[in-house]
Nanobody
Framework: QVQLVESGGGLVQTGDSLTLSCVHS????????MAWFRQAPGMEREFVAV???????YYADAAKGRFIISRDDAKSTLYLEMFRLKPEDTAMYYC???????????????WGQGTQVTVSS
């Protein structure tokens, strides 16, 4: 059973940076596909970035050039570095794990509880 725990969210100002972390409790982190999603109030959950076990990464257009997804297999931890944050980045950010490469949230069986990111203007 995989458990995911996110941390690192907070209240920041426009233009600030923030790094989210997600600790994966199971033995399969090294081989799992890991992703970040976010959900703003009244909006659907949306894909942010994904990291595959072979080193591949892919970003949503809103994240390209500003966010960096990375993973530390030794620590079973996934990261999301966010730069030049904007008010529209305000959302609950979730970490998710699955066994195959996908950006669709309904194909991720394992989820964390989320960490709130609020960007003030």
């Amino acid at each position: 059973q995989v458990q995911l725990v996110e941390s690192g969210g907070g209240l920041v100002q426009t233009g600030d940076s923030l790094t989210l972390s997600c600790v994966h409790s199971g033995p399969t982190f090294k081989w799992d596909v890991m992703a970040w999603f976010r959900q703003a109030p009244g909006m659907e959950r949306e894909f942010v970035a994904v990291s595959g076990f072979a080193g591949g990464v892919y970003y949503a257009d809103a994240a390209k050039g500003r966010f960096i997804i990375s993973r530390d297999d030794a620590k079973s931890t996934l990261y999301l570095e966010m730069f030049r944050l904007k008010p529209e980045d305000t959302a609950m950010y979730y970490c998710a794990a699955t066994k195959h490469w996908t950006t669709k949230y309904n194909e991720y069986p394992y989820w964390g509880q989320g960490t709130q990111v609020t960007v003030s203007s």
